[in-house]
């Protein structure tokens, strides 16, 4: 360690996004983050042309974020990746590369889990900008494309999954129900686009009854579909006349089964430091019920960043900080895990 902080290289590789970070104790020094636009055309990710595109992305990716960072690679002092959960292939790459790194610089190696650096997020400092991270114990409702979770945080790295999708996430709802609007992959923004000029009460569509504070968005997801199949017979243009409308109401409607369970969640634990995390965090419906229920309950609500709620390595940058400060190290005999709970 320098006597200028602690440096941390972050890297993610989950999904479809090669990313890099470097953040020194909890200030963000730079965050690279490379999409991959090859799935576009397939409407969703195709793993193994995610793993190729990460084989190609990881080095100059890494590159980019220690130049921009304006550090050495030498001023590193250890290197965090995510070890899971997400796509099997995708993980290898950035695990691969991590354990490379840590061997060749003989630095400590340090494994993340996506989630835990998704909740972290709200730590990241930038230089210059106001600093809020939320107070413990908070309730984080994590809302990405594979994740619906509410999430008890009692500590950096003490953290209770209180309640969770039995099936789709909100991100799938979003993304699967775009598809069959014709809309692009992810759908979610296109959704969150069209919804603004649409009618949120015009259509009305099933609501889950699952017991507790765990979510369900499959039977939303075939309601829509039926419901479109349906209107379809009796009109072949009736996704163009009323996208907006159907995007409104099916967004209000992914809107009003996420808050109630994390109405009921704030309820039940008693607290009011609320946090939201995760790509779907990035809904404009969902940012605005956030802060309503926030003005109506007296919750104390700390909302990320934009670019620290998608996929990103600054994420895993500062939870490998943490870790750090903990010494929890990792060998080299690691392995990712596709399915990894909290
Ligand atoms: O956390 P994230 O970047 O990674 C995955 O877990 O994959 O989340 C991506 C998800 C996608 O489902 C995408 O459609 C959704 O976040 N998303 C949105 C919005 N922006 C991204 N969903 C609704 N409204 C948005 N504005």
Same mark, same amino acid.
């Given at each position: 360690?320098?006597?200028?902080?602690?440096?941390? #290289?972050?890297?993610?590789?989950?999904?479809?996004?090669?990313?890099?970070? =470097?953040?020194? &104790?909890?200030? =963000? #020094?730079?965050?690279? !983050?490379? /999409?991959?636009? !090859?799935?576009?055309? +397939?409407? /969703?990710? !195709?793993?193994?042309?995610?793993?190729?595109?990460?084989?190609?992305?990881?080095?100059?990716v890494v590159d980019l974020?220690?130049?921009?960072?304006?550090i050495n690679r030498s001023d590193i002092d250890a290197v965090a990746f995510t070890r899971g959960p %997400?796509?099997? /292939?995708?993980?290898?790459? /950035?695990?691969?590369?991590?354990?490379?790194?840590?061997?060749?610089?003989n630095i400590p190696l340090i494994e993340v889990n996506h989630l835990q650096g998704h909740v972290l997020a709200l730590y990241i400092r930038e230089n210059g900008q106001e600093y809020n991270p939320p107070k413990f114990p908070f309730l984080c409702l994590l809302v990405s494309g594979g994740n619906s979770q509410i999430i008890l945080v009692r500590d950096f790295l003490d953290m209770e999954v209180i309640g969770q999708t039995i099936d789709d996430a909100a991100g799938e709802a979003f993304d699967k129900c775009a598809k069959v609007m014709g809309l692009p992959y992810p759908g979610g923004p296109h959704v969150d686009r069209l919804a603004k000029e649409g009618d949120p009460i015009r259509f009305e569509f099933s609501r889950p009854r699952i017991p507790g504070l765990d979510y369900s968005f499959s039977g939303l997801k075939t309601n829509f579909l039926y419901f479109l199949r349906d209107h379809l017979k009796e009109? &072949?243009?009736? *996704?163009?006349?009323?996208?907006?409308? #159907?995007?409104?109401?099916?967004?209000?409607? *992914?809107?009003?089964?996420?808050?109630?369970?994390?109405?009921?969640a704030a309820k039940e634990t008693g607290i009011k430091e609320i946090t939201v995390a995760g790509g779907v965090s990035a809904n404009s419906g969902l940012r605005n019920a956030l802060?309503?229920?926030? %003005?109506?309950?007296?919750?104390?609500? !700390? *909302?990320?960043?934009?670019? +620290?709620?998608?996929?990103?390595?600054?994420? =895993?940058?500062?939870? %490998? +900080?943490?870790? +750090?400060?903990?010494?929890?190290?990792?060998?080299?005999?690691?392995?990712?895990?596709a399915r990894t709970q909290l």
């Open positions: 360690m320098s006597d200028k902080g602690i440096t941390i #290289l972050g890297i993610e590789s989950s999904c479809d996004d090669t990313s890099a970070a =470097i953040i020194r &104790d909890e200030m =963000i #020094l730079s965050n690279v !983050v490379a /999409g991959q636009k !090859v799935h576009e055309e +397939y409407g /969703g990710v !195709v793993p193994e042309l995610a793993s190729r595109a990460h084989q190609q992305n990881i080095i100059p974020a220690i130049k921009r960072a304006g %997400g796509l099997l /292939g995708s993980l290898l790459v /950035g695990t691969s590369f991590a354990k490379g790194f840590s061997l060749s610089m009109n &072949d243009n009736f *996704i163009e006349e009323n996208k907006a409308d #159907l995007c409104a109401s099916l967004q209000h409607t *992914i809107i009003e089964i996420l808050m109630s369970k994390l109405k009921r802060k309503e229920n926030a %003005g109506k309950y007296r919750w104390n609500l !700390v *909302i990320p960043k934009f670019e +620290y709620t998608m996929d990103n390595a600054a994420m =895993i940058a500062i939870t %490998g +900080y943490y870790k +750090y400060l903990n010494k929890e190290f990792i060998g080299q005999d690691t392995v990712p895990f």
